[in-house]
């Protein structure tokens, strides 16, 4: 099995640890879990887009300060998926080498 094909198998999904936005120290929402890390990760690259989009319009265009928050939710939604993602990979990659060494 390559590198390639160990993270692309269906059994890598996100652990739903990771929380976004929170309100007086607690976490309002955390990613979803059992979401497969393709999607995950396709869904957070469409969040980053709409938050680099926002984020130029609040930058060059008058009157769009209220994209600037925008982007700044669609921001952290997108990287809390990436970080989602980073923990099973991460946890994926020791368990992998593990077996490979023992």
């Not at 990771?18 to 007086?24: A, E, H, R």
């Not at 393709?38 to 994209?67: E, I, M, P, T, W």
């Amino acid at each position: 099995m390559t590198k390639t094909e160990s993270f692309t198998q269906p059994e890598l999904k996100t652990p739903g640890f990771t929380p976004f936005m929170y309100i007086s120290e607690q976490p309002l929402f955390h990613v979803a879990r059992d979401v497969p890390i393709v999607d995950a990760l396709n869904q957070a690259s469409n969040l980053l887009f709409l938050a680099k989009s926002f984020a130029v319009d609040a930058a060059y265009a008058k009157g769009c300060d209220r994209h600037a928050w925008a982007a700044h939710y669609l921001a952290a939604m997108g990287k809390a998926v990436v970080d989602d993602v980073v923990k099973v990979l991460e946890r994926h990659l020791v368990q992998a080498s593990a077996k490979t060494k023992g």
